[in-house]
């Protein structure tokens, strides 16, 4: 398994990680325990390190960090484990909460589920507007000389609330959205990332599954999928997205791979310090996601992509308003 830095943290993973959110939350139905305890550790077998989840990753009958927790627990040494903090849930609703007394209050939950004495990247999952991201940071430090962290990051952050809290305490990564569908990161958010030596996290590097192939204007979403809440995964938009599922299967098949594959070597070939988390339920998706590091894309390929990608119009926003105004504070 290739490895990559993230940024100046020292702290090293697998060049692809896992994101296992998906098995309990967010994509209906949660998968069963037990064969998502057997996929968690066969990427540990294909040398998988990095295994991101969150305390808000639960429904009502799978808790994410249960399962992750139990699933690793053979392989605690082995494995970099990754959650989050900042979000609540109250009265059914999410809240963001980043106050220093409940992020204290959620390390020790996730302690607990997780069935270990240390978390190995421990990200604010959101900014809270009403607390002074210092205040974070200088929790998270204390935390970190507690020994019940080793490392931080923030998710969906701003890059002045990035500088902020890297001045107070040195972050190893940060966590948002990026995929060949919603490039926004590059403008200011990778620069930023690259000046202060800080690690990126992809998540949602296959556009919600959107890049696969799987979905057009007459896809239906079960029960408890949340793709339907966002704009992008309208009928209207996912017909009029076609284009570039089409694009990037033409170009995948004249390189035999899959889709997947190039849009997993693409954002791997950005930069050197960008490991991907996409999620799957399937062992032989995990097996084609991994099929992507031994996939090397040219300058030319690169050059080819981008060009397509900058001429190639993407209807739909990525967030409701609701969410939207919880990202980039």
């Known amino acids: 398994m290739k490895k990559r830095l993230l940024g100046k943290s020292g702290l090293e993973v697998s060049a692809i990680g896992l994101g296992c959110m998906g098995m309990s939350h ?3 139905t949660p998968a ?12 540990v077998e294909q040398g998988v390190t990095l295994f991101d989840t969150a305390e808000v990753y639960f429904s009502e009958s799978s808790n994410n960090e249960e ?18 903090c900042g979000i609540g849930v109250v009265a059914g609703k999410q809240v963001v909460d980043g106050r220093p007394e409940a992020i204290r209050s959620s390390i020790e939950g996730s302690l607990k589920r997780l069935q270990t004495d240390h978390i190995d990247l421990y990200y604010l999952h959101r900014v809270d507007p009403k607390v002074p991201i ?8 204390d935390l970190m000389r507690q020994g019940k962290i080793l490392h931080w990051g923030l998710s969906e952050a701003g890059v002045e609330t990035i500088r902020r809290a890297h001045r107070i305490c040195p972050l190893a990564a940060v966590q948002s959205e990026y995929s060949m569908w919603w490039r926004e990161p590059e403008k200011a958010l990778l ?6 030596g800080i690690g990126f996290i992809p998540f949602s590097p296959l556009g919600k599954g959107f890049l696969t ?5 007459g896809t239906h979403f079960g029960d408890g999928d949340l793709r339907p809440i966002y704009p992008r995964f309208s009928p209207e938009s996912l017909e009029a997205n076609q284009g570039l599922v089409t694009f990037l299967q033409r170009f995948a098949d ?25 999620g799957t339920r399937k062992r032989e998706r995990l097996d084609e996601n991994l099929g992507s590091l031994e996939l090397e894309l040219t300058a030319d390929d690169l050059a080819l992509l981008d060009e397509a990608l900058d001429a190639i119009p993407i209807t739909g926003e990525r967030y409701p308003e609701e969410f939207a105004k919880r990202a980039g504070i």
């Open 67 to 84: 399962l992750v927790g139990k699933a690793l627990r053979p392989f605690r040494e082995e494995v970099v484990l990754a959650t989050k």
């Open 191 to 196: 620069p930023t990332l690259e000046e202060l």
């Open 26 to 28: 967010g994509y209906g």
């Open 134 to 141: 210092e205040e974070v940071a200088e929790t998270m430090q």
């Open 32 to 43: 069963d325990e037990d064969e998502m305890v057997s996929l968690i550790r066969y990427a």
């Open 254 to 278: 004249e390189r035999q791979a899959t889709p997947s594959q190039i849009a997993l070597a693409w954002i791997l070939a950005q930069q050197p310090w960008i490991v991907p988390i996409p």
């Open 213 to 217: 192939g799987r979905f057009d204007g």
